[in-house]
């Protein structure tokens, strides 16, 4: 099952990852959908996150699609074997466990490159070195301790995102300082640890807000409470319990917004014509706004807020995405099947090469589905692959 790949920048790399949750396992897929050969070692029985329920269902079929698994014993010698036997032949390992689980194991970087000098180890971790490094961290962890989860609710009460924003631009990150590595290794003929940090991740989200700090001298407000930069940049209530997000972001977009409304009496006023003197109107503007845009339908004020080039969103829920027709026309989504077999469609990687955009290689894998096609591959032959299952440190699929 898949899409037609047309773009595999990053075939004939090798990554090995050891990870679960959400970080490393986005920063495997990035990688996967960009062609890389991801092999994901699981525990015997899988990756607890396979069977997580509420927020955390979607976990596994978001993040670890175009991969192989192969599930392995790493309690048992053997079974640690295999997997020094994989890092051995890989271009690139990812990790995300506690700070010492990996060097317990054996599998740490100083231990791993003096098999393998090129290897590019990047580990995903709660918190750079530093005082709190050896803390475990969530991304609600650090959407508290930084300062976003109180930038998005409302005041005295600090709300995180209400989505995993932290770990995926983690895992993001630590994708940029991986590629990076590989093209210092192609000078060097070296690999090198790479480390990201969740917290550090999300400092620097919350940046834009120190640094308005550093200007002006006065702390940034919640956003729920916050004084917004344009007159125009709020949500309205439509007919229907509809409503819409409308953004007016320069004077221009005022003079095309007030003609295309009738606004006249705006558009010629003096006191109405920057944006900054807007702004100290809004008490006059968003009154008028809300009882104009009250009797209007979602779709004829979509129809003419597109037609005059105005930034605005219906507000949606995330499972209306599955019937948007952007995605559907420009194959923003990808189609896979969930391990309980129920087909379905999620999100492509982001990025469109060479005027397509990635798609799916691999549908996401059950426990162990590759592990004998690995081995093969590592030249063990049938009697000692069939061995280790036997001997409990080579789980598979049963045919």
Known sequence: MGTDVKSEPLKGLRVVEFSHMVMGPAAGLIL???????????????DKTRVL????????????????????????????????????????????????????????????RKENPRLIYCSEKGFLPGPYEDRTALDEVAQMMTGLAYMTGPPGQPLRAGASVVDVLGGAFGVIGILSA?????QTGRGQPVTCG?????????????????????PANPMPARISAWSVYDIFSL????????????????????????????RDAPDFV???QRVERRD?????????????????????????????APIRKPEDLFEDPHLLESEGLVPLTMNNGVPTHLPALPIEMSGHRLGMRLDVPAVGEHGQEILESLGFDFATINGLINDGILEVPDC
């Open 53 to 112: 329920k509420g927020s955390g269902a979607g976990y596994f079929p978001m993040y670890n699609r175009n991969k192989k698994s192969i599930a392995i014993d790493l309690k048992q010698k053997a079974g640690l074997e295999l997997a020094q036997r994989l890092c051995a032949d890989a271009d690139i390992l990812i990790e995300n466990f506690r700070s010492g689980a990996m060097a317990k194991l054996g599998l740490d970087y100083d231990t791993l």
């Open 198 to 218: 969740l917290y550090e991740s999300s400092v620097f989200l919350v940046g834009q807000h120190m640094a308005q700090y550093a200007v002006t001298g006065v």
């Open 182 to 186: 590989i093209i210092e290794r192609a």
């Open 239 to 266: 007919a229907n319990e509809d409503k819409i997000f409308i953004g007016i972001v320069s004077d221009g977009q005022w003079q095309s917004f007030c003609s295309a409304f009738d606004l006249t009496d705006w």
């Open 284 to 312: 006059i503007i968003m009154p008028r706004l809300r009882a104009l845009f009250a009797d209007y339908s979602l779709s004829s004020l979509a129809a003419k807020l597109d037609q005059i080039g105005l930034p605005f």
């Open 32 to 46: 996967a959908d960009l062609g890389a050969d991801v092999i994901k070692i699981e525990p015997l029985g899988g």
């Open 274 to 276: 920057r944006n900054n």
